[in-house]
């Protein structure tokens, strides 16, 4: 129900989108979030979004550079990620919220999409 799209292989320094697509129902209630998991590492948080977009919460790692927004009209999420790192190579996970607001917690989503690959050479 969720399609995670938009990774590949960038420099460091470089700039990547990451898609979120639903289907087969509509998330335009729900919170989003968008999880991280580097190989050998547990899957971290990396960003969130309110069910309308008003609010928005990211990771210390991230914040300044990543931008997480949606569109509830074409029932996608994104995640603009500029200044890329090495460190930021991961499988990129979107999900949906139990509820409208999303949250830092891996437990307050129930939906999961099948991850994107994300890889930053130094």
């Known amino acids: 129900q969720l399609q995670a799209s938009g990774g590949g292989l960038v420099q460091a320094g470089g700039s990547l989108r990451l898609s979120c697509a639903a289907s087969?129902?509509?998330?335009?209630?729900?919170?989003m979030g968008w999880f991280r998991q580097a190989p050998g590492k547990e899957r971290e948080f990396v960003a969130t979004i309110t069910w309308s977009g008003s609010t928005t919460y990211y990771s210390d790692s991230v914040k300044g550079r990543f931008t997480i927004s949606r569109d509830n009209a074409k029932n996608t999420v994104y995640l603009q990620m500029n200044s890329l790192k090495p460190e930021d190579t991961a499988i990129y996970y979107c999900a949906a919220g139990r509820g409208p607001a999303g949250g830092t917690n891996y437990n307050a989503y129930r939906y999961w999409g099948q991850g994107t690959l994300v890889t930053v050479s130094s």
């Open positions: 087969g129902r509509t998330f335009s209630n729900n919170g």
